[in-house]
């Protein structure tokens, strides 16, 4: 059982370097999120979709771009990397919005950015 | 202001004890959630309530919609229950989550 997949679960970069890390799930879900999450702070959202085709920001969108051409996918870009954005990021999804559903969390992705 | 409170935020218990992890949220919510985070970052949700109370193993977890409070209860805990615990409120309006900042719980053997 895949769920939800995080790609990569390491990375560093330099700052002004761009990247995407990409999020799969394999349970057709349609909300999909992306947060991070920073010492001593809740998770933050940065963007979710509530379906193909559909985004919209969260608390933190800065620097941050989504798109969700399909329903398994929901790649996360970070345009030009800053040191603010070294953080850990999860995907999650769920069947539809949250208010009512579980929802399944990828494995993390743990980004610094130097 | 954070809407979803946490406490404590750290918590050390000796293995069989019995815990308590308390959260209170400043929204109207149509649920609450409790979230297992272990070392190496893996989330897992544990419960979905949205009144009373539920169990599952050694877990329990309530419920009070009045008093805005849910509580997560471990009973006989032991050393793999250490983990970060968090819990996050769905609002009635919008379709997100916020989350609390979390406890984290170590189980001396």
């Known amino acids: 059982n895949a769920g939800v997949t995080q790609t990569p679960k390491f990375q560093v970069l330099k700052t002004g370097q761009s990247m995407t890390l990409q999020c799969a799930q394999d349970?057709?879900?349609?909300?999909m999120s992306w947060y991070r999450q920073d010492p001593g702070m809740g998770l933050r959202l940065i963007h979710y979709?509530?379906?193909?085709?559909?985004?919209d920001q969260g608390e933190v969108p800065n620097g941050y771009n989504v798109s969700r051409s399909t329903t398994e996918d929901f790649p996360l870009r970070l345009l030009s990397a800053a040191p603010s954005q070294t953080s850990v990021y999860f995907c999650?999804?769920?069947?539809?919005?949250?208010?009512?559903?579980?929802?399944?969390f990828g494995e993390g992705s743990w980004l610094t950015v130097v | 202001k954070n809407e979803v409170e946490q406490s404590p935020q750290n918590l050390t218990a000796q293995e069989g004890e019995f815990i308590t992890i308390n959260c209170s949220y400043s929204?109207?919510?149509?649920?609450l959630h409790w979230l297992q985070q272990h070392p190496g970052g893996g989330i897992v949700s544990l419960f979905m309530?949205?009144?009373g109370k539920k169990k599952h193993g050694r877990l329990i977890a309530t419920i009070n919609i009045q008093e805005k409070h849910s509580s997560l209860h471990i009973t006989a805990s032991h050393p793999r229950d250490s983990a970060v615990y968090i819990c996050?409120?769905?609002?009635?309006?919008?379709?997100?989550?916020?989350f609390g900042p979390g406890t984290r719980l170590s189980v001396l053997p």
């Open positions: 999650a999804s769920s069947p539809t919005a949250p208010p009512g559903n579980t929802i399944y």
């Open positions: 349970m057709n879900h349609e909300y």
């Open positions: 979709s509530v379906g193909a085709g559909i985004t």
């Open positions: 929204v109207g919510i149509s649920a």
């Open positions: 309530l949205s009144s």
């Open positions: 996050a409120a769905s609002d009635n309006y919008g379709q997100n989550f916020v």
